[in-house]
């Protein structure tokens, strides 16, 4: 029996009907599988986007939730920053 484990997740595009074709892994241990679209929420369903898949042997089983809202704020602060950073120059 397979154990869970985190990967990164890539949304390559639309899949089989009723699902995704997400790219899970990287490197020579990437995979590519079609995963249902309802296990994934509407903001990730647009190719490119990215987030921490937990993973139990081929099958994408949930999202994990805690990489994903860290991964959000994370890339907000630095998209928010130099757009402050600018705004300061025109008072």
């Known amino acids: ?13 639309p899949g089989r009907p009723g699902q995704l074709r997400v790219a899970l892994g990287r ?11 309802e296990l994934l929420q ?8 990215e987030f921490v898949a937990v993973v139990k042997g081929r099958d994408l089983v949930r999202i994990d939730g805690a990489a994903f809202v860290e991964r959000l ?3 907000a602060q630095v998209s928010w920053v130099p757009a402050m950073w600018y705004l300061a120059q025109f008072p």
């Open 1 to 13: 029996m397979a154990s869970e484990r985190r990967l990164e997740a890539v949304v390559l595009g």
């Open 27 to 37: 490197d020579q241990r990437q995979f590519v599988a079609d995963v249902p679209i």
């Open 42 to 49: 509407p903001s990730l369903r647009m190719p490119n986007s």
């Open 73 to 75: 704020v994370t890339t």
